[in-house]
């Protein structure tokens, strides 16, 4: 049973370029996450994809947006980079939106981008 | 928002039972506690969830008192490879937050 797979593994991009990063979801889960973790820091929720549609956000401007597709893998896109958003991007499955009571997700393990 | 507050970082030899311990006073009712650990450059591994008491698994016990404003992960016989950064959440509905967890340097 594959887990959560994140493409590619690394990244280079210079700022003011646009990435594209790529998340497929555990087998038979619906639900994508995207987080942002920079270096010596915790996860941080960037937005959650469920049923196609973008279910919540995080406080992160509009430049990060996202896309969910009928086989519900997932592409995080960045426009306009900076050097601040250099960190390890990290996808994360989930069967339903989840309410709080069971908020199990499983990761990747992370495509790390470097913006110079 | 729920919040949790744990320490920065704990050391332990091997063979050691180490026991994190992270307060979440502001707890909602439907809310599950739940640990992650996660190594370098990896992603965040589920560990354990619990709503109360005592739950206990294959690699650790989770430990929640009666009024569920703090929980602890405890961690038998710790290896070295059991280094690494250990974080606990509260349900927030749609949203996952994670604090800056605790770094649990294991010692030979």
């Known amino acids: 049973d594959a887990g959560v797979t994140q493409s590619p593994t690394h990244l280079i991009k210079t700022r003011g370029q646009q990435v594209t990063l790529r998340c497929s979801p555990k087998?038979?889960?619906?639900?994508v996450s995207w987080y942002q973790q920079a270096l010596g820091q915790g996860p941080q929720f960037i937005f959650q994809y469920y049923e196609e549609e973008e279910r919540q956000r995080g406080n992160f401007p509009d430049r990060f947006s996202g896309h969910q597709f009928p086989n519900y893998s997932s592409e995080l896109n960045v426009n306009a980079l900076l050097l601040g958003d250099s960190a390890l991007y990290l996808c994360?499955?989930?069967?339903?939106?989840?309410?709080?009571?069971?908020?199990?997700?499983?990761f990747g393990p992370g495509t790390r981008l470097t913006v110079l | 928002l729920a919040k949790t507050t744990q320490p920065i970082s704990m050391d332990s030899y091997e063979g050691q039972e180490v026991n994190i311990t992270c307060s979440h006073n502001n707890i909602a009712t439907n809310d599950y506690i739940t640990w992650y650990q996660q190594f370098p450059s990896q992603g965040p591994r589920f560990i354990i969830q619990g709503y109360k008491t005592k739950v206990t698994n294959e690699v650790a016990s989770l430990f929640i008192p009666a009024d569920r404003k703090s929980s602890t992960l405890s961690l038998p016989r710790v290896s070295l490879s059991d280094t690494a950064v250990y974080y606990c959440l509260v349900g927030e509905g749609f949203k996952t937050i994670f604090g800056a967890g605790t770094r649990l340097f294991v010692k030979a």
């Open positions: 087998s038979g889960h619906d639900t």
């Open positions: 994360a499955s989930s069967l339903g939106p989840g309410t709080g009571f069971t908020d199990t997700q499983y």
